[in-house]
């Protein structure tokens, strides 16, 4: 398809229950439209409200016997299929989400493949799916731990990574023998459907996935306080996550939020500058500025600082903006005209406590007149307690904190609410190490900018990021399935724990 009939092709889609395709019960719709092009409607999707969620996790309720006592190998060959499909159709589920979230498309193949990635990963689970044997204290008995599934998981997954999370979200719970109802950001449901209609091509089971598309306030919160959902996996904002705790609490629900982060580059004085530049350009402003992991901060030695902030200054001051599925262009549309707005209201904020360096305004001229662009921006002088260094901004606006030292560096990463991602740039081996003992984060680079997470280990973060899970690799099945004790004794006669002490000299 050329691009401009691509562009122009406006589809209707359904919610996803049982194996079928169904509209809202009320018959609302909404539309999803392109970030690079108001006027482009990317497709028309059901409102969903409580009585589609009460369906869905009903189909997933009638689902979960049978999915749940397939052995897990068989499970996993399912997702084996379901990988080489998304591989098969990555360019057109790529092109779907630039279209539809912004990101350019090189990104976009990379969200995909995030996606086939976890899914490659989980498939093989189903041939692991480790438990534990330990010796037990008793003789002739045999002590193990094996993983069970839940039950049904309600996954509330977020547009900047439209593929990616709902797989990552997705593919650990099924193995683990669950069945699952996806409420997908109703800024990119296309890519959900999409993907979802693929895994359902794949052979998943009627009512082991369901999708039902609409707000948070309609679908989200119905299916958060659905008494038959036993896990919440939610990323997002904060707030929503602390809203969905709460919610959730009186049912007791396993829930899973990854939320803000402020990410930190510290690039020291022996930092090797070029490539510090190229990650910190790679990390501030890939996915303009929209991942939990960017780069919101950029922490400079003096000795360095300068030199390094005029090299940022010209490459960033050079980035073209543009629809992202233009080859040429660097930095895509951010998600949406009232992302534009918060981030304009943080350049007043940054202007009265920083020195603006490049970028700063709306840009709207000429083609990006219709979407919603912004100028990638850098702040220098910005102290460590300044608004635009503690809060998230979520958009391709990075501040510069010049630092002296080594403990003026370490206390400032550290200074921030979140704890997501942290990087240092040195050729230093000691600071190195102290830099993975010392930042606060869930994840940490060295000589590598913050954004680039692998799909096979434990991804999250610390403090106000989350509340202690991980998700993907071997951390995601922990979050997934129930841990079962098991017991056989064998001795044939009563033997009690903690009392008949036989091996133990007892006095
Ligand atoms: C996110 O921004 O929510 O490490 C996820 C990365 C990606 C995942 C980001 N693999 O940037």
Known sequence: MSTTAERTAT?????????EWAEARSGKTFTSVSPANHDEVVGVFPASGPEDVDAAVGAAMAAFPAWSLMPAPKRGEILFKVARLLAEHKEELSRLMTREMGKVLTEARGDVQEAIDVAYYMAGEGRRMFGMTVPSEMPDKFAMAIRRPIGVVGLITPWNFPVAIPGWKLFPALICGNTAVIKPASDTPACAVRFVELLMEGGIPDGVVNVVTGSGTDVGHALVEHPDVRVISFTGHTETGIDISRRAADTLKRVSLELGGKNPIVIWEDAELQLALDSVVWSAFGTSGQRCTAASRLIVHRGVHDEFVEMLRKRVGALVLGDGLDPATDVGPVINDVAVDRIDGYMRVGRGEAELV?????????ALAKGSFFEPTIFTEVKPDARIAQEEIFGPVT???????????????????????????????????????????????????????????????TKSTGNGHREVGQAALDFFSEWKSVYVDYSGKLQRAQIDMTFVDQE
Do not use: M
Not at 11 to 19: D, E, P, S, V
Not at 358 to 366: F, H, K, L, S, T
């Open 358 to 366: 490049v970028g700063g305004r709306p840009a709207r001229d000429g």
């Open 11 to 19: 589809k209707t889609y359904r919610n996803l229950i049982g194996g």
């Open 399 to 461: 501040s510069v904190i010049p630092v002296t030292s080594w403990d003026e560096a370490v206390r400032i990463v550290n200074s921030v609410k979140y704890g997501l991602s942290s990087s240092l740039f040195t050729r230093d081996v000691n600071l190195a190490f102290r830099s993975i003992r010392d930042f606060d984060s869930g994840l940490g680079y060295v000589n590598h900018g913050t954004i680039g997470a692998e799909a096979h280990l434990p991804f999250g973060g």
